[in-house]
């Protein structure tokens, strides 16, 4: 079994930053893939960014140039840095690992609210 924690949301003014965190733990040899998609109420869960295990990244268009993955695999860990933050930033991100042989994992997520 594999178990994600997120942390690091909250609520946040436009303009400002937040930093994201997912830590994997459980039966764990080797992650692929970690990576953070979002859900708005009344939207589909979308891809936000993802990276490989040799730190090769994509993200999606409307986050391009504000935010930034990253990983610390000796510690299964994932971070999203998030800047210049918009009101349509505001969702529940959810963290995803691919490990291999075993599958895709989700988190609970994290929500982070955008709003002055």
């Known amino acids: 079994q594999v178990q994600l924690v997120e942390s690091g949301g909250g609520l946040v003014q436009p303009g400002g930053s937040l930093r994201l965190s997912c830590v994997a733990s459980?039966?764990?040899?080797?992650?692929?893939?970690m990576g953070w998609y979002r859900q708005a109420p009344g939207k589909q869960r979308e891809l936000v960014a993802i990276?490989?295990?040799?730190?090769?990244?994509n993200y999606a268009d409307s986050v391009k140039g504000r935010f930034a993955i990253s990983r610390d695999n000796a510690k299964n860990t994932a971070y999203l840095q998030m800047n210049s933050l918009k009101p349509e930033d505001t969702a529940v991100y959810l963290c995803?690992?691919?490990?291999?042989?075993?599958?895709?994992?989700w988190g609970q997520g994290t929500q982070v609210t955008v709003s002055s």
């Open positions: 995803y690992v691919n490990v291999a042989l075993r599958g895709g994992y």
């Open positions: 459980g039966s764990i040899f080797n992650i692929n893939v």
């Open positions: 990276i490989t295990s040799g730190g090769s990244t």
